[in-house]
């Protein structure tokens, strides 16, 4: 679990980096973190675009290091993949991806009834958690909203505990 999360550090600072090769521009010269929000928009010339990546959210710090990056995926990716978006959340003193997001599309999520999947990770990069939100069907259906769990050191869910659309903890069954 730890090269998975270094891979998607990686990943995530590598998109960044090749980020000059589409439109980028400023969209915020003073965001929640106190520096500069950059969006690339790339084009089906671009490297990025090929493999998937339409447009890419940088947020900074006042110190120029990056905070979060929003993937938003092309629809050739979103359909073959499931996922619309990811969002990385880079810690302040971890210097490493603490939390993804990732973002169903409606098509998934309608036979997945998963619209929205976080991933968090310990200090050492191992995924340690994870949060499932449902769809409004299912919600309505079960009455459960969002499910969470750890995560052990065999990459198993442990733990696991379901809410319903209020916050309330449910009962096990």
Do not use: W
């Not at 003073?30 to 084009?43: I, Q, R, V």
């Not at 993949?81 to 169903?104: D, P």
């Amino acid at each position: 679990m730890k090269k998975l999360a270094c891979a998607l550090f990686v990943f995530f600072v590598g998109v960044s980096i090749c980020a000059f090769t589409g439109t980028e521009q400023v969209i915020n010269t003073k965001n929640e973190y106190g520096g500069k929000t950059l969006m690339s928009t790339y084009s089906p010339g671009d490297n990025q675009y090929k493999n998937g990546l339409e447009e890419l959210v940088t947020y900074l710090d006042s110190n120029g290091k990056e905070m979060r990056l929003e993937s938003y995926y092309t629809n050739d990716k979103a359909t073959k993949t499931g996922i619309t978006k990811e969002i990385g959340f880079v810690g302040k003193k971890e210097k490493m991806l603490i939390k993804k997001e990732s973002y169903y599309t409606n098509e998934y999520a309608k036979k997945g009834l998963i619209t929205m999947m976080a991933t968090y990770y310990d200090s050492n990069g191992r995924m340690d958690k994870r949060e499932f939100y449902f769809t409004d069907e299912f919600t309505r259906k079960e009455g459960v909203a969002k499910s969470t769990a750890d995560v052990d050191s065999n990459s198993n869910l442990v733990n696991q505990k379901h809410y319903d659309r209020n916050g309330v903890l449910l009962p096990k069954k």
